[in-house]
């Protein structure tokens, strides 16, 4: 009867034990996924942000420099390509990150275009309206940098953590995949060639 008693409180901590690595194991993944869905929404976020500060910026340039419709059109057009671009949460694969950041990218080329036709006009470089659209941009810029970074390392976090012995087992079981991070542009790999 005692031996009997001894080896069923064995086996319940044995199983206890296999419980709570399980559990705790379990609830991590999940606390780190739901860590990467939060930073993500802040990405979307900061992004937002530039492509509500975009209308406003077209329409002062706009209303100084007429001749520039071409410009314009390419802007509101990647403004456009950018919105649709949605990507959910919970599937953050390297494809969809990747498309995400190219729609973002193209919106940023035609910025850059945007800024170079803006500089032609020097009455629209000294309009006050102008210049706070401009520094609020930049900042927005700086945020987006900023709050990547962070996804980045979030994910790092999160990948890594699910990759590991005995997670990876687990992960596989209950559907925990990697995800995707955002990358450099590969045009950023080259070094512009400066000439005096």
């Not at 034990?17 to 705790?24: C, D, E, K, N, S």
């Not at 500060?53 to 990647?78: D, Q």
């Not at 275009?113 to 700086?142: C, D, H, I, K, W």
């Not at 999160?158 to 995707?180: D, H």
């Amino acid at each position: 009867m005692k031996r009997t008693l001894i080896i069923v409180g064995v086996i319940l901590v044995g199983v206890f034990i296999v419980y709570r690595m399980f559990a705790g194991s379990y609830n991590t993944m999940v606390d780190k996924q739901e860590g990467v869905s939060s930073a993500w929404s802040q990405v979307q976020n900061v992004y937002q942000r530039r492509l509500d500060l975009i209308p406003n910026l077209v329409n002062t340039v706009k209303g100084m420099a007429t001749s520039e419709k071409e410009t314009f059109e390419a802007v509101i057009n990647a403004r456009a390509k950018a919105t649709a671009v949605n990507v959910d949460a919970s599937k953050l694969s390297p494809e969809q990150i990747s498309k995400f950041q190219s729609a973002q990218g193209e919106l940023s080329q035609a910025l850059g275009r945007l800024m170079v036709v803006s500089e032609q006009y020097p009455q629209l470089r000294q309009s006050e309206g102008f210049l706070n659209l401009q520094a609020q941009l930049e900042g927005t810029e700086n945020r987006i940098a900023v709050e990547r970074m962070k996804f980045n390392e979030i994910v790092k976090d999160y990948n890594t953590l699910i990759r590991q012995f005995p997670n990876n087992i687990m992960a596989g079981m209950y559907g925990f995949e990697k995800k995707g991070y955002f990358e450099g542009d590969a045009a950023a790999q080259n070094a512009p060639k400066v000439q005096f």
